[in-house]
């Protein structure tokens, strides 16, 4: 290759046909109509031959520096980006409690690929405070010295990498050993209530128009508006109201042996409900031998639920399914199998009034974690007794009732009454004015409790707004916390929803899977090879020849591609 010919090939950034008018030759432009004179005139030719090699190293040295320049300019550009980068997330940064009330929702701006109303509201809240904490920095209430306490959140990715929708975010748990060794030696304080009992009615008898049945007891709206008002001992409602104990002649019944196991009293207990046959069992993972020996795990089914696992051979008669203890359920209260999911899901410190905390998981997700690393990080750690994660997009409860409407998940015109009722009560859109609290719509397949009376309280209320309006627990959640947060110095723990994603995978229901199509094999195929350009002329496009050249190209062709063949065989 010629100087001439690298300068030309170092100025473009096209095809040799976008420049046919013009060639390199001796360090100038010639056009195309003198190239016959020169090919004419050999003394010309080696004389510009010379000019060009005389020329070779001033542009070498031409393209060297500008090689140069340009790599310093792109060095001297990704510093000043990174060093933009690191004063705006400096600047955005608030006060260190920034992640544990609204710093993590920048977090969640590209784990779940979504920004809405709320992250613009509490974005500009937080740049209006200022303050030089960490936005990513996860928060830790046992101070300093937890090992957990500088445990950040990576950066964002760049835009075009960000997957579209929910995924998990990383979590920093303690090892399961100092887990366990955290557990609070007593129960937390339960602010303001201190004993709670609940209202027994052999003949519940509705009153007034409005939702409720036998198994909650039909309590009136002076009922209803009394059990806010926090006392030291209150009397509510709460399920259960007929039968000697819950479980026996209540409706939702257990077996005779089951109440036994029930009435045991244990640490911590973790568990799920499949009723209507709607999910298939998800055995829990990385368990550790400690919590296998002491955390039972309960998996609450209706009788239809039993008959399809006795069929495909998935239960026996030691009731049991890995680690799930299967208790089966007789006379369900209800002919909605998502309500009747709602009666363990909310109720379990009255089907299990000897435990200190649980957790619990919808029949559709299977936990990764152990459950002692979990109580660690959202209730020990936090110095909280109730936690649950938010919803990954919506934060307001109108916007959720308008969601549950188009997605056809219960009758619209019950979704309005109950909206509207809590309009009346003075509900209103989410703003800043409700900060510290950072959402009104929780992600409610999981929930993280310690067993004390104001939590009981808030779960019974919350369950007696199911049992009169609709079964979406999501629309009534924000009602109950305010008004009991409105009487007594009680929050909820509400994480991030990426969080709970780590420690358990969402599965589909059984009616999705048993449709879906088996998998298709993919066929990967190797990469075809690239074109090999040979003396300037590329070998996989044809040439047009003319006369006696065509012919013996021809033949010419016929001997390369018969050797062609013959290389291939060996």
């Known amino acids: 290759m010629t100087g001439g010919s690298l300068g030309l090939h170092a100025g473009s950034y096209g095809s040799l046909p976008n420049i046919k008018n013009v060639i390199a030759g001796g360090g100038r432009l010639l056009h195309s109509k003198s190239f016959g004179s020169v090919r004419k005139n050999p003394i010309m030719m080696l004389s510009g031959s010379r000019e060009k090699e005389r020329s070779l190293p001033s542009i070498w040295y031409r393209y060297l520096c500008r090689r140069k320049i340009s790599m310093l300019l792109l060095v001297a550009l990704a ?71 500088n445990f950040t959140f990576p950066p964002p990715p760049p835009p075009h990498l960000r997957r579209i929708g929910p995924r998990p975010c990383p979590v920093c748990y303690l090892p399961v050993d100092q887990a366990i060794a955290s557990m609070p030696s007593s ?52 399920g ?75 239960l026996d008669s030691s009731k049991r399914a890995g680690l799930w203890r299967i208790i089966v359920i007789h006379n369900v209260p209800y002919s909605d199998a998502r309500r009747n999911g709602k009666v363990p899901k909310l109720l379990l410190h009255r089907i299990f009034p000897n435990i200190r905390y649980s957790i619990w998981i919808d029949g559709k997700l299977q936990l990764v974690v152990d459950p002692y690393q979990i109580l660690e990080r959202f209730l020990w750690r936090q110095n909280a007794n109730f936690a649950i994660s938010r919803h990954y997009r919506r934060f307001d409860v109108f916007v959720e009732a308008e969601a549950n409407k188009a997605a056809g998940k ?33 992600e409610g397949c999981v929930l993280i409790k310690e067993h004390i009376p104001i939590t009981n309280l808030f779960t019974c209320l919350w369950f007696n707004e199911v049992d009169r309006f609709t079964s979406r627990d999501q629309l009534s959640f924000g009602i109950v916390r305010d008004k009991i947060m409105a009487k007594v110095d009680w929050r909820i723990n509400m994480f991030l929803d990426c969080e709970r994603r780590n420690f358990v995978i969402q599965a589909y229901h059984r009616d999705l899977l048993e449709h ?52 291939n065989f060996f």
């Open 240 to 314: 259960f109201v007929k039968g000697s104990k819950p479980g026996h002649q209540t409706g939702f019944d257990f077996d005779e042996s089951d109440l036994a196991e029930l009435q045991q009293f244990h640490e911590i207990i973790v568990a799920s409900a499949i009723f209507g046959n709607y999910d298939l069992i998800q055995q829990p993972r990385n368990i550790s031998e400690e919590a296998k020996r002491n955390v039972p795990f309960y998996m609450f089914i209706d009788e239809e639920t039993e008959a399809y696992m006795k069929n495909r051979s998935m």
């Open 516 to 567: 879906m199509p088996p998998p298709v094999a993919v066929i990967r195929r190797p990469p075809a090879l690239p074109n090999i350009i040979t003396r300037g002329r590329n070998l996989g496009k044809k040439i047009a020849r003319h006369g006696r050249d065509r012919r013996s190209g021809s033949r010419r062709h016929h001997k390369a591609s018969a050797g062609n063949r013959e290389s």
């Open 187 to 238: 129960p937390s304080e339960s602010p303001v209530l201190h004993n709670l009992t609940y209202v027994h009615d052999e003949n519940p008898i509705k009153t007034e128009p409005h939702g409720g049945s036998d198994f909650g007891g039909y309590p009136s709206l002076k009922q209803r508006n009394d059990s806010f008002d926090i006392k030291e001992s209150m009397v509510v409602h709460c």
């Open 79 to 149: 510093v000043l980006v990174f060093v933009l980068g690191s004063f705006v997330v400096n600047k955005e940064s608030n006060s260190p409690n920034a992640d544990q009330r609204i710093g993590t929702m920048s977090m969640a701006h590209y784990i779940n690929a979504t920004r809405n109303e709320a992250s613009r509201i509490l974005g500009r809240r937080n740049r209006q405070k200022g303050g030089n904490g960490n936005r990513f920095q996860a928060s830790v209430s046992k101070g300093a010295n937890h090992p957990c306490a």
């Open 410 to 442: 219960y009758d619209n015109s019950s979704i309005d009454a109950q909206v509207d009722f809590y309009r009346t009560e003075g509900l209103t859109p989410y703003s800043e004015a409700k900060l510290p609290i950072i959402s009104d719509v929780p």
